[in-house]
């Protein structure tokens, strides 16, 4: 979809596109706020920055916190009935255990283990008002991150000269390039698991009664 075709669906929703922020956003979108942001921009103006920002903020929030509540509720019974759950959960775990306070700040930023991470740290013993607190705080950085980017995303193509414009096009393309290479990163860590737990489970079926 081109850049045109997506400032027009989100002009076609008028003020309603908040509450589809929102809702995007429960689940993931850092490209769906990316193009928000752009459309937000002076360049576009068909949203308000500041609204786009507090319903990614919030819907953000919300979906983790919906995760953990399954991950302390129902989590061991999640894993039993859908095993493929737990590699990427015991990575996610082992992140927490290591590092605490900074995995829940960054984990949404952690491709592929991010997935897990709101889950984990359900099924953890960690204390739900302090992830509640820290996961505010993690939500309103990652919000206005994308929003932003997509904010001068839009100003430097509209308005910039085009060496400025090859700068921030080179600054884009080796950000995305690092996101890959954290992306497979982190899928090879979350295969890893997942041989390991295969490996195991063989060895007990085939150990001795």
Known sequence: MSLESWIDWIAGYG??????????????GETF??????????????????YLIACAWIGSFCGDNLYFFLGRRYGHRLIARFPRLKPGTDVALDLLHKY??????????IYVVRNFSSFAC???????????????????????TFAGAGYLLGEVFTKAAWPI??????????????AIRTHRANKRKVAEAAAREAAEAKAIENSPA
């Open 15 to 28: 003020d309603w596109f908040y509450l589809v922020t929102f809702a995007w956003t429960f689940f993931e």
């Open 33 to 50: 706020v990316i193009f928000a942001g752009i459309a937000a921009s002076p360049a576009f103006g068909i949203l308000r920055v500041d």
């Open 100 to 109: 605490n306070t900074g995995f829940i700040l960054a984990f949404r930023f």
């Open 122 to 144: 359900g099924m953890s013993n960690l204390f739900w008002p302090r992830f509640m607190m820290l996961n505010f705080i993690a939500a309103g950085v990652w919000s206005c």
């Open 165 to 178: 414009k090859i700068v921030v096009l080179c600054l884009f393309a080796t950000l995305i390039t690092l």
